[in-house]
Structures are given as C-alpha cells and as structure tokens.
C-alpha cells in the first residue's frame, strides 16, 4: 500500500503556550500494549465521564477517538493482527477468526486462526494453539530481529490476542486455557513464577461462588430486558461456583491478565535491560460481556469500572518500575447491542438474522432449485455473513453459474448489504484516507487474502445481529462492516509529554509505526499498510 500523508492535528486555533509545554520524555525502555476486547469507540465516549483511574489518565495523553479497524471482518483474531504488525488483515492473513481450507486432509475443514493445521490431531474445536497462520512480523518480532537483546512477552485472556499481538518471536506467551493460564505446546520450560501464583488464586477465586456488586454510578443501567422466555439481561447476577465460563465476563478475569502481566513484568525485570522490551496485554472479559448481555447494561457497565481500575492498576506498576515507558491502549473490534434492547429504544430495524442466512439453510434450499448431486454442504460458512466457500463438489463448469445464482439470490434478502465475489474483489485496489469514508467493497478489499478468502463475503445489513437464535452467553457480537464495530479508541501515553486530542480518523495499522519512531526502529514502509502518528503536541515530530 502506498505511504499515507500523515494526520494534521488539529493546533491551528488553539496553540499550546510554551510554558505549558513538558520537556520531551526519555526514549522508552519498555512498550506496553494493551488490547480491550470489544471496546467501541460508542462505549468510550459513553462512559468517559465515569473513568476515575486508569482511564482517566490515559486521557492525559493523546487520544484518538475516531480509530478504525478499518476492514471488514471485525472479529478477534484479524483485529488483534492490525494492532502491532501495522498491516491490515489481507497482509496479515488472518481473515476471520474461523475460515475453511476445503483442500485440507482432514474430515474437519474449518481452520482457527490461531491453530496449527499441521499438528497431529489438531481440529478447529479442539486445536494445538500456534503462531504459524500469521503471515508477518510483529513489533515484537521486528525489535528482537534488531536487536536481540529486547525480550517480548504477551498475555492474554484469549490465545487469539497473545498470539497475534506477541507473534512468532515471544519470551513468554501465557493465556487463558479454559481452566489457567497456559503457554505454547512446544513450550516445555518450567512457568514463571508469577504464572503458577496467579495460576493458584484464580483456582481460589473460581472455587467459591461469586457475589457481584453494582456500583454506584450503574444503578441507572440496571433494566432487565427479555431476551426470550427463559432468559432476560441488564441486571447483574451471581457467579456459581466452579464456574469457568462465567468467570471469563468477570471482572476478576481482567485483574488476574493484569496481574499477571504485572508480575511477569517485574520477575522479568522488563524495561530495565541494554535493550527495549514489548508487553502486549489482552484484557478479553469486555468481550465476554458484551457477547453475553449486550453492551448497554449494568454489565457493561460494572465492567468498564473494573477495566478502569485494572488499567489504573498497571499504570502504577509501570511508574513504580521507574523504567521509561511508552503505553497504547485500543480494541480488536467494536461491538454492537443485543436487537431486544435496540428494539425498545427505538431502533426497529433491529434484528436477528434470518436462518434462511445461515449457509447450511441456503445451500440447501438451493441445491433442491438447481437440482444438483452433492453429498455434502453446498456452502462452507461459520455464520449468516462473512466468508463462503463453494463445494469443490460442484463441477468446474457450473461454478460461476452456481455462484452468480447464489448472489443473486443473497442480495434479494431484506438482510442482505453485499455479497461479494473474489473475483470482485481481486480487482479493488487497496483502500487509501480517509478510512471512514471507504465503501463496502474496500472495507472487504482490506480483509481479503486469495489464498484464504471466501468464493462469496456476506456483508448483512447495518442493525442485523448475526446470531438468529441466542442462548446463554452469547446474545450480542460484532464482525460487521458498520461503524459501531469498526470504530476503537486509540490512546498513547508517555509520562512527561504533553497530551492532545485528535478528532479525524486513523487506523490500527498506525500503531506499529507510531511505536517503532518511538524507540528508533526503522520499518520499511512497504512492508505495512500504516503510517506513523505524530504524537508531539506541538512543532515537533515523533516520526521520522
């Protein structure tokens, strides 16, 4: 992708004094980057007013509001490889959180992002976690290449996050296993420990039942809303003991990532070496909360006091280490509230998808209209949008009938936005600023890899919810193309400089650049798809 111009901040009217001005801060020793998963620009704006800690003080330094993860397959995996590798999701590889590999020689055909599709018995349900899906570098990766010496550590509560924001070169890579926290197979050294200690408490934690508190300022959240006959959301509830699977939305989740990513900082001694070190931190239970109930209620709410706090929480960590430091604060991925809850405000165009939409559904009611011979699925497809993948079944002369049939059709549905073909999309150029104003075509064009991408990329309509029947834990989610998933705050914070708010639309992709100026370490700008943000409030540049 060609080089960007950078981003004019926006000083013209309002010039900072010279008094005011902070002497410009030590190189940074230590990078930390942190991932909130599902944290929508709409969520940060709304509760901005309520952030007392961490949050808060992040505030002090540069914030974009209006980041994007530009492209259009807004899910985990392909948002967390936007965030240190400063390339979009079609340089990266990682398109989905969930693709097909029809060609592969096992029954399962379905590929997780975050697998080894090479490893003895791996599936995308039951899957040997590993780097190798991912086609770049990472900061991480890039430093240690330079520099041997810096040392990368990523945690996470997602294998996901810690996988593609620590990439292929980590000293230590931790995340949540279902039950504690676990690293890599191939990884046989005995854990950290600060691994086996917060390993012990969480057990502690989850083996007793779990009381939740409201906070204060949530009492006004607190509304239940009806999601069906047997379930309702919008107000808090107990955690049952030995419940792992709750425990992921609690706010004991975030704090026991932090502390770990805390301890290790410290039993490590990171940032305090001849070379600079990475810590890439995934605070995944926002996430969780969102999926489970939504992102406009109690939960929600009660979460981002929690995410506040544990940011506060590693702040005060960095600034006891006395080591300079540099920190980055976005998301993966919006979110977008459950349809029931959109519905009573207003909204009534909020839906859930039609299981019509779901590939399965489809391809069979189309393979009964054409009259086709096929023993096994029409259409491969993890959900009602996304990537498609037509049957190899289907004879190569009757494949673009099949799938100009198939768009057809897709794009007759009320739900339906766009049903791109790979052929299209081959022909997009790569999308150029401003990010918000790119079409539906360039939002795929910006998650499509040939090798990997769907025959068909189902974009449904804004205010369908891809989920047609909810069930516990899961009402609520992300991956359109519309702006309550694409857009992210982007915050930096370096203490000693000077602060600014910067309103216009940048990318995920530019945090890479933007950290590597911050520590002298060149990338070639034709090996990513950012550009570098200068975050000097004033005359000065940080970018080269």
């Known amino acids: ?36 998963d599902q944290f929508s620009a709409n969520v940060f704006a709304e509760y901005r007013p309520l952030f007392k800690d961490g949050m808060k003080r992040l505030q002090d330094g540069v914030v974009y509001p209006s980041g994007y993860q530009s492209h259009a397959a807004t899910e985990t995996c392909p948002g967390h490889s936007t965030i240190l590798t400063g390339s979009h999701p079609a340089r990266t590889g990682i398109i989905a959180n969930n693709w097909f590999d029809l060609s592969l020689g096992r029954e399962d055909k379905k590929v997780y992002c975050s697998e080894d599709t090479d490893a003895p018995g791996s599936n995308s349900d039951k899957y040997v976690v ?24 990523a945690v996470a509560g997602k294998d996901r996050a810690a996988v593609m924001m620590g990439g292929h070169e980590t000293d230590q890579m931790w995340f949540w296993g279902g039950k504690s926290y676990v690293t890599l197979a191939d990884r046989t050294a005995t854990p950290p420990a600060t691994v086996t200690r917060i390993n012990a408490r969480v057990a502690e934690i989850v083996a007793k039942p779990g009381k939740t508190v409201l906070p204060a300022q949530c009492r006004s959240r607190s509304v239940a809303v009806p ?35 805390i ?30 109930f939504g992102t406009e209620g109690a939960e929600m709410c009660a979460q981002m006091v929690g995410l506040d706090a544990n940011v506060g929480r590693i702040l005060s960590a960095l600034d006891a280490s006395g080591v300079p430091y540099a920190v980055v604060l976005t998301a993966d991925h919006g979110g977008h509230d459950l349809p029931e809850r ?34 096994g699925p029409l259409f491969y497809g993890d959900g009602p949008f996304g990537d498609w993948y037509l049957s190899k079944a289907v004879p190569d002369a009757q494949r673009d009938r099949v799938l100009a049939i198939a768009r057809a059709k897709l794009l007759a549905h009320p739900q339906v936005a766009a049903a791109l073909t790979k052929e299209e999309l081959r022909r997009v150029a790569d999308p150029q600023p401003p990010v918000e104003e790119w079409d539906l075509a360039q939002r795929a064009r910006a998650s499509f ?45 370096r203490p000693g400089t000077t602060g600014f708010e910067q309103p216009l639309g940048v990318e995920t992709v530019d945090i890479l650049p933007t950290l590597a100026a911050l520590i002298s370490l060149k990338i070639p700008a034709e090996e990513i798809d950012g550009r570098c943000l200068d975050l000097d409030a004033g005359a000065g540049s940080t970018c080269p």
């Open 227 to 261: 999601v069906s006959a047997e379930q309702q959301v919008g107000v808090l509830a107990d955690r049952k003991a030995e419940d792992f699977r709750s425990f992921r939305a609690a706010i004991e989740f975030d704090a026991a990532t932090a502390d770990l990513a």
């Open 342 to 375: 959109n519905r009573q405000r207003g909204f009534a165009d909020a839906v859930r998808a039609d299981v019509a939409l779901l590939p399965g559904n489809f391809g069979k009611a189309l393979v009964g209209e054409l009259a086709l011979k096929l023993d």
């Open 1 to 36: 992708m060609k080089t960007r111009a950078r981003v004019t901040t926006l000083l013209t009217a309002l010039a900072i004094p010279a008094a005011l001005a902070a002497q410009p801060a030590q190189k940074p020793r230590l990078i930390v980057a942190i991932s909130v």
């Open 263 to 292: 301890g290790l900082m410290k039993e490590m001694k990171l940032g305090q070496g001849a070379s600079p070190d990475v810590l890439a931190i995934g605070l995944s239970a926002t996430d969780y909360v969102g999926h489970g």
């Open 449 to 493: 890899d040939p090798e990997r991408s769907g025959d068909l990329i189902v974009l449904l309509k804004p205010n369908v919810t891809p989920i047609s029947k909810p069930g516990p834990g899961y009402v609520a989610t992300h991956g359109s193309p519309w702006s309550y998933d694409r857009r992210v705050p982007i915050l930096f914070y």
């Open 130 to 153: 590993s780097t190798r899906l991912l086609k770049v570098p990472t900061l991480g990766d890039r430093l240690k290449a330079a520099d041997p010496g810096a040392r990368v550590v």
